[in-house]
DNA sequence: TTGAAAGCGCTAACAA
DNA sequence: TTGTTAGCGCTTTCAA
């Protein structure tokens, strides 16, 4: 154990006691150095001897980036998005890159906090806000910084994306109401637009219409579990059995409609009314809830994101690309078994 | 709008353009320098067209260090951490920080990864991971490193925290179901040993005896919903019908045990049997769980931490401090009514 | 394979 | 109040 060094070890330091000079030591920390075995030895050694290691910020300083990838996120507190950032976060980490954390609600938020995470130089970023500011994509975009937006489309033109179908989203859920014996259909779906959130509900609305059906749409404030239970109990116990299957647009809503239906209204799901909700997230599973919903898998996702980001900047002339995800019916006890 | 740039603007730039030294521009964006006002502006000026922003890697490097804290923590995708990772990334990057988000469930992950920080000279960091390696902290302690554990006690000498105390926690749980009229008790905790958790569990069962009464205690393996749910229904109908007092030593565990006990088991709550659990998450208000609980402050322990860091950046002089953050009965369905 | 020297972009001490 | 000067700790040509 070395006693208590009050000034940082620097590399000259290193160099010193080890008795070679700066750049070695800086070649025995980088991978793939032209360095020989013994000197990168001794190096280490007299580098463990002294606690020294490598300072990032001067090494940034000197390379073009710093190694930092801005992960931009909102809404941080809920299942699914928390579960996005655990598993993009270890995956950045695994790959070598440190993730800077943005929450942040409000585009005018964001928009200084990017240009706070610019000025660490970022190598580059990764976003699953739900609106991200156009005009800081394009910033990225002059600054040829690689981007990759999740689950958001048409934002600009900067940027690669891992999207889920919307499209093929609205038909599933259509679908698996359709087989489990439903007729007359519904859709929940939040008042503020986002586009993969109010994307998918539309989806299924022109699916329904698609039928020569007409969808009864309730609209909730927002995306919280409250905002949707609100909604569907202000929308009524007579409105809302005349409706035989409901798609909610994401599996928060989901279960907001559930309470209302079951505890509020007093309809019984399945029998009564059947739900089909969007994400599975951890809690569909739960026993209370057993939520027949669709799944996004975020494991592919978060491998698919990594994926374009390390092309982007391996090639920052690529095409703008966008990756979609796989979809998966998960049937549970909200609809009835075919 | 200018034309895109392609050599990132540097202070040199700005200052030819504006007329001024490079150490004017530096002044007009450190707030509180001496500068004048006319000098300023003109400085702002010509840095908005040039598209300029400092360069926080080499002000860092200047600086003792770069602004950035780290943010370590596990478990992000479960409700209770994920609500604190975004207040405290809120409250940092309010508070003019970037947080640097570590996510790591093991120690050995922890210790690697923190070393990577270092590397960042970062400002302070922030620990709520479950198993924060002494080791790890005793090198910031060495390195003069301002650290806030979130409760986690007596892991080492080094660092201010902010905690629940955990025989509070016990004594309250017990209190409530006792004047719910339960008089036999039980408790679920994890086996794996945690401060927090294992804590208030352990305190609850002291609490229990000091009353000369036994209480019947239920192992999970870990603390996922899953492990909760199947420690109960492996304890058993029998078994689990004995206890009328139930403490489960966090929400999430609360959860499982009401599926096991209610769906599983066939028991009813609260009438053949009641149940308390701990930290309040929002989960907890939902209709379907309706969960009597002890809340944990998130917004005063989130102030608490940050003022204990800020206290600690500005005289790492002071004494090590624990800071206790208020815990509160939380009354809902799964009792009964007093 | 190695070392010397020249920066990366910024701030801080000093002098004007 | 301003400009000059000297680094912060590192990587990276370029010669040797």
Redesign the interface.
């Known amino acids: 154990m070395a006693e ?2 009050h000034r ?1 070890p620097t590399s000259f330091d290193v160099a010193r006691l080890a008795g070679v000079s700066r750049s070695a030591v800086s070649r025995a920390f980088t991978p793939g150095a032209n360095i020989a075995p013994e000197t990168r030895e001794k190096v280490t050694k007299a580098a463990k001897k002294l ?1 020294y ?6 090494r ?2 000197q390379q073009s980036h ?1 190694g ?1 990838v801005g ?1 931009v996120a909102s809404r ?4 699914l ?3 996005q ?2 598993l993009l ?2 995956a950045l ?1 695994r790959a070598g890159f ?7 609600e409000q585009p005018d938020d964001v928009a200084g ?1 990017i ?7 970022v190598a580059g970023m990764i976003i699953t806000s739900d609106t991200p500011p156009r005009a800081l994509i394009e910033d990225c975009g ?2 040829q910084l690689p981007v990759v937006l999740i689950n958001r489309a048409g934002v600009s033109d900067w940027g690669d994306r891992v999207v889920a179908d919307i499209d093929a989203g609205g038909t599933l859920a259509l679908d698996i109401l359709q087989k489990a014996g439903a007729g007359r259909f519904g859709c929940l779906m939040p008042v503020k637009e986002t586009w993969s959130v109010t994307g998918r509900a539309n989806a299924f609305v022109e699916a329904v219409q698609g039928l020569g059906r007409t969808c009864r749409c309730i609209q909730a404030d927002d995306q919280a ?1 409250g905002d949707a ?1 609100r909604a569907v109990v202000e929308a009524g116990r007579e409105r809302m059995s005349q409706i035989e299957g409901l798609f909610c647009s994401t599996d928060l809503m989901a ?1 907001g409609a ?3 239906l ?3 209204l007093g309809l019984r799901v399945p029998q009564d009314i059947q739900v089909v909700g969007f994400d599975d997230i ?2 569909a599973a ?4 057993d939520l027949t919903t669709i799944r996004q898998d975020l494991e592919e996702q978060t491998a698919l994101a990594m994926r374009l980001l390390r092309e982007r900047m391996a090639d920052m002339e690529v095409p703008n690309r966008t990756c979609d995800q796989k979809l998966a019916p998960v049937f549970r006890g909200t609809t009835r078994p075919v």
């Open positions: 208590p060094p940082k606690g290691r490598v300072n990032n910020l001067a940034g300083l710093s930092i992960l941080l507190d809920t299942p998005r928390s579960r950032v655990r976060s270890e980490i440190q993730p800077m954390l943005l929450t942040a906090l240009d706070m995470l610019l000025g660490y130089s002059r600054l579990y239970r279960f559930l309470d209302g079951r505890i509020d951890e809690q739960w026993g209370a809830y």
